[in-house]
């Protein structure tokens, strides 16, 4: 099997698993498994809400575990999908939790 002159990655990604096949040094695939069933919804519960937005609010200021699904490349906290998690997260997470803002980012979309 030929090596890849450059490797394929998965969009947006630095943790997402993937496996790369190359045809020759200038022809590689890569199949990714990326799924996130749970940004925003901190607490896992299946339902973004209060308890998510203050869930987001301690991992934002208080240093709180930002869980991370182990096919997801972005923390269940980071719903702008920009690699942290900050008062940006907490202000979309309560539009989306309160107001009919758009759902949290999906990082396997590039
Ligand atoms: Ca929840
Ligand atoms: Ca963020």
């Known amino acids: 099997m030929a090596t890849c ?3 394929p990655t998965c969009p947006g990604s630095a ?3 993937g496996t790369a096949t190359c045809q020759n040094a200038a022809t590689c695939s890569i199949q990714c498994l ?4 749970h940004q ?3 607490n896992g519960d299946g339902l973004i809400d209060v ?6 609010i301690g991992i ?4 709180d575990l930002d869980a991370q699904d182990p096919t997801c490349p972005r923390t269940r906290g980071d719903v702008t999908n920009d690699g ?3 008062v940006f997260d907490v202000i979309y997470l309560i539009a989306t939790a309160f107001s009919g ?3 949290p980012v999906n990082p396997c979309v590039p």
Do not use: L
């Open 5 to 7: 002159s450059n490797q």
């Open 60 to 63: 934002a200021f208080s240093g």
């Open 34 to 37: 990326c799924s996130c069933p």
């Open 40 to 42: 925003g919804d901190i």
């Open 15 to 17: 943790t997402c698993t």
């Open 51 to 56: 308890f998510d937005v203050i869930g987001v």
């Open 84 to 86: 942290v998690t900050d």
């Open 101 to 103: 803002g758009a759902d």
